[in-house]
């Protein structure tokens, strides 16, 4: 007698067969080939010690022998989960592939699925707009090492962080759009929603700042390039279409306290 498959059975497995299986004769397995429609190849393995393993066996299109591949175990893999994975399995060997190489390849794309997904989540623009503030507005003079090199640097960072990093702090840089940007700098240039005060509270806008506005374009315009010219950094392959003009806005003079990135 066989000892892989000691007894064969062929039956409809359903959920009350797999609860009620007995264990193979002492040093045998056997196994039960489901008779459903469209499952031919499809089965589970009992061992000696009442171990019940979902497999397929079907001979690959152009090959010889048969392969039998394992699916799962029962009951961490339910019935009805194991007949979804048997049928591509079964579809894998139909076409001459073996399931394992489709189920290896699947793994892989899922891999750099989530390692994309990580390093989105990792690169928020609030994130990168720090980096920006830290090692653009605030670089160094070149010629007077112990200063910056940017006068404006400290109204320059405020603004980044008042306008941009309070609207899409926790925001993947690469999602935001050229939409979003603008209706930001519409809601500042017509007074409207809000901005963060210095102490983190959040302020209502009363007036029409136009002229803020445009250095806010002129921040994002800079920061978007900034992240875009170092893409493994940042990961960001495409920066929003900020094709405004400043004209965009209707004129007004920006208030003294602000300054502009250079």
Do not use: C
């Not at 962080?161 to 979003?180: E, F, Q």
């Not at 920066?239 to 209707?250: H, K, M, Q, V, Y």
């Amino acid at each position: 007698m066989n000892r892989e498959f000691g007894r064969n059975e062929r039956r409809k497995l359903s959920d009350r067969t797999l609860q009620t299986l007995k264990p193979a004769a002492p040093g045998a397995r056997y196994v039960i080939w489901d008779t459903t429609d469209n499952f031919r190849g499809f089965g589970v393995r009992v061992t000696d010690r009442g171990h019940a393993t979902f497999i397929v066996m079907r001979r690959p299109k152009n090959a010889a022998k048969p392969v039998r591949y394992r699916l799962g175990d029962y009951p961490g893999l339910t019935l009805a989960t194991a007949r979804i994975e048997a049928r591509k399995a079964l579809d894998d060997l139909a076409r001459g592939e073996h399931p394992r190489e489709r189920v290896t390849r699947v793994r892989a794309e899922e891999g750099r699925r989530k390692a994309e997904e990580a390093a989105r989540a990792k690169n928020t623009f609030g994130a990168v707009a720090e980096e920006f503030i830290r090692r653009y507005v605030y670089r160094r003079d070149p010629q007077r090492p112990d200063r910056v090199e940017m006068s404006s640097a400290d109204l320059v960072a405020a603004g980044i962080r008042r306008d941009l990093i309070s609207r899409w702090g926790d925001v993947p840089i690469a999602d935001i759009t050229g939409g979003d940007v603008l209706e930001t700098l519409e809601e500042i240039a017509t007074g409207k929603g809000k901005w963060r005060r210095e102490d983190g509270s959040w302020a209502k806008r009363t007036e029409p700042a136009p002229g803020v506005a445009r250095l806010t374009l002129g921040y994002a315009r800079k920061v978007f390039a900034w992240a875009k010219a170092r893409p493994k950094e940042f990961g960001l392959l495409k920066s929003p279409s900020l094709i405004w003009s400043e004209r965009t806005f209707a004129p007004s003079s920006a208030p003294a306290s602000r300054g502009s990135a250079s």
